[in-house]
């Protein structure tokens, strides 16, 4: 009777534990690493170099990449952060962005990954002021949709590393946003600023909060980095003489 009366209030001991465990994380909350490619590697290439097109002012302003409904634009400094979201905007973003700032791409090396980000860019473009490398990388869904932009400055102590030998960011450890942030993982790629995952991984990741922050309030928070950037960024980011 003892034994009996042990057991089961082992069992119910352990029925409480399993109730009070915390639920395993939704699949909704997934970074961008759960995915692997569903487009052969001339797909992303082709991707990539449509995202160039629309800062070429040769191409055909029409024709733009496959983007998510909630694709957004992340460039590190001495750029401007959250700089394009969601389809309709980023396409109108990056019209005006041509519109102020006339460009060409002339200069493309894009090449295709097997894991995210799936395309990743060594590009110059032409200004009237002259030349301006970057570094560009693309995150994809399962549909073969842009989700994620992140840009930086080609120049000295502005890329994602600075090791000569991994030209492509591919060592463990590169700071990118584009893998940390929840949402990005799953099949749709599709994050959601409010989200109790994506609050959760905001605590204790303050970039990935700041990318939230600023998605909620695209416009004014993009105004308020041009501001903050001041009025070299451009010329920084470039390799520009600054006065």
Do not use: H
């Amino acid at each position: 009777m003892i034994k009996r009366v042990l057991a089961a209030l082992a069992l119910t001991a352990a029925t409480r534990c399993g109730a009070d465990a915390p639920a395993p994380p939704s699949p909704l909350a997934a970074t961008s690493t759960a995915l692997r490619p569903t487009r052969p590697p001339e797909y992303y290439v082709a991707q990539a170099n449509l995202y160039f097109d629309t800062l070429d002012t040769r191409a055909d302003p029409m024709l733009v990449p496959n983007y998510a409904a909630l694709v957004a634009r992340w460039e590190w400094p001495p750029w401007y952060l959250l700089t394009g979201y969601e389809r309709e905007g980023i396409v109108a973003q990056t019209r005006l962005a041509l519109f102020a700032e006339p460009s060409t791409v002339p200069t493309r090396d894009c090449r295709a990954f097997a894991t995210q980000p799936f395309a990743r860019c060594r590009v110059s473009f032409t200004y009237a002021r002259g030349g301006c490398p970057i570094y560009e990388e693309f995150t994809f869904n399962d549909a073969g949709e842009m989700t994620f932009i992140e840009a930086w400055s080609d120049q000295p102590g502005m890329r994602p590393t600075e090791d000569a030998n991994d030209p492509w960011a591919e060592a463990p450890g590169i700071r990118r946003l584009s893998t940390r942030v929840p949402g990005l993982g799953n099949p749709a790629g599709r994050i959601d600023p409010t989200a109790p995952w994506t609050v959760a991984v905001a605590q204790r990741d303050p970039e990935v909060a700041d990318l939230m922050r600023r998605a909620q309030s695209f416009t004014t928070s993009w105004l308020q980095a041009f501001r903050d950037a001041g009025r070299d960024a451009f010329a920084r980011g470039c390799g520009w003489p600054t006065s």
